[in-house]
């Protein structure tokens, strides 16, 4: 019996310690803790910063949770401050998202500034309304270096009027970063944005109520004769599933022997990557078809990964103007889809981190993208632009 007495004592000495324990609590500072972990996993952490900027990447995370601490939305925006200290390593491929759609946010931040949703009048540049398809939101300069964009107008239930759907710092350096909901819902952050022009670039917010960056075919490969003298293939994707190979192929097989006039536009707004195989027949038809004289690539803010390596691969090609604005720049790492995923546990928050870094070394084009010789405005159609100024 005495034994037995023992025994039972000895055994809640053990587990009282563990009733004993403070629960640790669900911050968005630590789900950045998380968040450190998990990018020392991915390739891009191995060869940008172990070893000497290891010390550097500390004092950013230090910068990020000053910042979190400061803000009063903080709750609204932690995944869009996740994506922002992840940015330190140079690789677009690394991603944060909510882990399902019942993870998204049940509620958005509201505007609760005291001055009025002034329409009319603006301070600023920056300020005024902008329109995003069937959206419709009121930039505010909210307080000094900070805009907000407050919804006046949706189709969607969730974006009702007041609510906060973007926010926009002026970093140290004068340049812009932007922190992003898009109508799913979805956060994503961006490091460098620009507002000129009455659109907020990186993004499909504008004063004009025009998508001339976008290209204007539904199907995903397009050929026509837009001109007496000009031919014009447009690729909307290079994913190599079954179907689009065969899509691809037969698309080629009608289309590449029509290539016979003295210009081409090679089309590759929107088109977000997947493999640069889906393009080996258009690169191989040029390569040999010396009818064409002048090739114009069109890329836009959406235009990455292996689009982007694609344009590389066409720009080695004299002939080759690159036009339209810059492309996503998501070059350098992950190419080929080699990632891995994890969870920061404490957010729900799914994390894809890059296993490879690409062949190509196009590292400084990492964020920034490829920037055209001939950039167009969203004034006109951007195939147009391009048929008249010739």
């Not at 952490?45 to 949770?65: D, T």
């Not at 690729?235 to 065969?246: C, H, V």
Request: with cysteine.
């Amino acid at each position: 019996m005495k034994s037995r007495m023992l025994l039972v004592l000895a055994f809640c000495g053990l587990i009282s310690p563990l009733f004993g324990m403070e629960k640790v609590e669900c911050t968005c500072q630590t789900a950045l803790d998380e968040a450190h972990g998990l990018l020392q996993k991915a390739k891009s952490y191995k060869v940008l910063v172990k070893g000497e900027r290891e010390a550097a990447l500390q004092e950013w995370k230090e910068k990020i949770k000053q910042e979190m601490a400061s803000d009063p939305m903080v709750e609204d925006f932690c995944l869009g401050y996740l994506q922002k200290f992840t940015s330190f390593v140079k690789d677009k491929h690394n991603q944060l998202y909510y882990a399902s759609q019942k993870d998204y946010p049940s509620s958005y931040p509201s505007y609760q500034g005291k001055w009025a949703l002034d329409t009319t009048s603006f301070r600023d540049e920056y300020e005024g309304v902008y329109y995003a398809g069937t959206e419709k939101l009121l930039l505010k300069n909210s307080a000094p270096g900070q805009w907000l964009g407050i919804m006046l107008a949706s189709d969607d239930d969730k974006w009702t009027h007041g609510t906060i759907r973007l926010k926009i710092n002026m970093k140290a350096d004068g340049t812009l970063e932007i922190f992003e909901f898009f109508k799913t819902g979805l956060l994503y952050y961006q490091p460098s944005i620009s507002i000129r022009d009455g659109r907020i670039h990186g993004t499909y917010w504008n004063k004009s109520n025009k998508y001339h960056f976008l290209n204007r075919h539904e199907e995903k490969f397009h050929f026509e004769q837009v001109s007496n003298d000009t031919d014009y293939i447009g690729l909307k994707t290079f994913t190599r599933t079954r179907k689009l190979m065969d899509e691809a192929a037969d698309f080629y097989a009608k289309a590449l022997p029509r290539l016979t006039h003295m210009n081409l536009i090679v089309d590759l707004r929107s088109n977000g990557g997947g493999s640069v195989l889906q393009a080996k027949p258009l690169l191989q038809h040029l390569r040999q078809n010396k009818q064409i004289e002048h090739i114009y690539v069109l890329v836009n803010f959406k235009t990455a990964s292996a689009a982007e390596l694609v344009a590389i691969k066409l720009l080695e090609d004299q002939r080759v103007k690159l036009a339209g604005e810059n492309t996503s720049g998501m070059l350098a790492f992950g190419y080929g889809n080699h990632a891995f995923t994890d969870m920061i546990d404490c957010r729900n928050i799914k994390v894809s981190f890059s296993t490879k870094k690409s062949k190509s070394g196009q590292s400084t084009y990492e964020f920034v993208g490829l920037t055209p010789t001939r950039l167009l405005g969203n004034v006109s159609d951007w195939v147009d632009q391009l048929t008249s100024l010739r």
